[in-house]
C-alpha cells in the first residue's frame, strides 16, 4: 500500500511516515510544504511531494496520483492566527479530500480534534472556537465526500514516547494521548477495512492498538 501523508512533517506526521517505512512492506509519500523539509524523507526511503496545501487542489492531486491512501494531518499549529486556521485546518482538509477524489484514490484519513460537535463550538472559549468550527465543517465536508474515510479524534496530544495501548470509542473521557500513538493508530486502522466509515476518540489506554481497533 502506498499512503500519501498530507503535513509529513508535522509530528503526527512523521511518526507515521517512519511506522510506515519501518513496516518493509508499506510505502510512504510525504507530503510537505518547503523543499528543504524533504532530505529527512528521503533518507527514509520515501516518496516525496512539495506542494503548498494553500495553493490549486490539482496540485494536491498530483501528489495523490498512484497512491492507494490518504491521510490528513496537517494543523495551522498553536503559535499562527485565525487566518492559517481557516486556510489550512479548513480549507486545506477540504481540498485535500477534493484532491484524492480527483485522484481516483478511495480511502481517506483525517485527524480531527477531540470533539468537533456544535455543542463544543459553543463551549469553546474565543481562542479555540475557531480552530474547533474549522475542524467542524471539515468532518463535515468528509462525511459527505463519499470516500472511504476513518476519522480519527485524539485527546490532548502529547510528545510521549508511544505505549503502543489506547482506548478508543466514541464517547471515552477527554485524556492525553501520545502523538506516537495517534500515528500507529492511523497507521493500522488503513490496515483494518472494518475502521472505514468510523469515527472514535482515542486517548492513553491499556489495549493495544491493534486489537483495540477491532473492538470498535
Known amino acids: 500500500m502506498k ?8 509530528q503526527i506526521g512523521r511518526h507515521l511516515v517512519q511506522s510506515i517505512q519501518n513496516s518493509g512492506e508499506h510505502v510512504a509519500r510525504a507530503m510537505v510544504r518547503k523543499e528543504e523539509q524533504v532530505s529527512h524523507f528521503k533518507e527514509l526511503g520515501a516518496e516525496t511531494a512539495v506542494v503548498d496545501l494553500e495553493g490549486e487542489i490539482e496540485e494536491i492531486a498530483k501528489a495523490a496520483d498512484g497512491v492507494d491512501a490518504v491521510v490528513f494531518t496537517a494543523g495551522s499549529g498553536p503559535k499562527t492566527g485565525k487566518d492559517k486556521t481557516i486556510m489550512v485546518d479548513l480549507d486545506g482538509a477540504v481540498k485535500t479530500i477534493e484532491a484524492t477524489k480527483k485522484a481516483g484514490v478511495k480511502r481517506f484519513v483525517i485527524i480531527s480534534s477531540y470533539d ?9 472559549g474565543e481562542s479555540m472556537a475557531p480552530y474547533v468550527v474549522a475542524k467542524h465543517y471539515a ?8 470516500l472511504d474515510y476513518t476519522m480519527i479524534h485524539p485527546g490532548l496530544l502529547t510528545n510521549d514516547a508511544g505505549t503502543g495501548k489506547v482506548d478508543v470509542g466514541p464517547s471515552v473521557k477527554a485524556d492525553n494521548v501520545a502523538r506516537e500513538d495517534i500515528a500507529n493508530v492511523i497507521f493500522e486502522s488503513l490496515k483494518n477495512d472494518a475502521t472505514i466509515g468510523k469515527e472514535f476518540k482515542v486517548i492513553n489506554g491499556q489495549t493495544p492498538i491493534q486489537e483495540a481497533l477491532g473492538n470498535l
Open 116 to 124: 468537533t460537535t456544535r455543542e463544543a463550538i459553543q463551549n469553546a
Open 3 to 10: 499512503i500519501l501523508v498530507v503535513g509529513a512533517n508535522g
Open 139 to 146: 468532518d463535515e465536508w468528509l462525511r459527505g465526500a463519499g
